[in-house]
């Protein structure tokens, strides 16, 4: 063979350790993804949703608007979860594609999210959303973080509980 095609050991280890650098990140980026979900089934808890943005990231949501900075996204989202619009929310991210480059890296991911609210009354509503996320994430001090977060929602629909038998 021509020594072109051939890989020294030396190369082969590093195009190796590259490869599983890129899957260690995606792992973690999945990871991340579903520390946001069960945080936002805890009745958006912004003491466990802020750890996982970066500090100048953004949130938005095309039914909720959007928010800049930490402090703004604990906020906005805090202000969810006592406002009792969402909660009991099963947030189901699935079908993700992550992209990393170094310490960034692009995702997309599908939504199929349950919830209880209530209205403005005090009665309770059962509600499905269909949609997607495109994110954007950073490695900060070794660790990946949100760096931009935006839902589009594409369906929202009430359901019923089903009858409990007699």
Not at 26 to 46: F, G, M, S, T, W
Request: with cysteine; proline share 4%.
């Amino acid at each position: 063979m021509a020594s072109g095609f051939l890989l020294s050991s030396a190369a082969m280890s590093d195009d190796i350790a590259a490869r599983l650098r890129i899957l260690e990140d995606v792992e973690a980026i999945k990871k991340l993804k579903a520390r946001y979900c069960q945080a936002c089934d805890d009745d958006h808890n912004p003491e466990r949703l802020g750890p996982l943005f970066a500090e100048d990231a953004t949130w938005e949501a095309s039914t909720m608007g959007k928010a800049e900075g930490r402090e703004a996204i604990k906020e906005m989202l805090g202000a969810v979860g006592t406002s009792g619009t969402i909660r009991n929310s099963a947030h189901n991210a699935i079908n993700p594609i992550i992209e990393v480059n170094g310490d960034t890296a692009t995702g997309e991911w599908r939504l199929i999210m349950l919830y209880t609210g209530i209205y403005p009354d005090g009665s309770l509503h059962y509600s499905r959303i269909i949609g997607w996320y495109r994110e954007a994430y950073a490695r900060v001090d070794g660790e990946w973080l949100f760096k931009s977060l935006y839902c589009q929602v594409e369906e929202a629909a009430p359901y019923a509980l089903a009858e409990t038998p007699a």
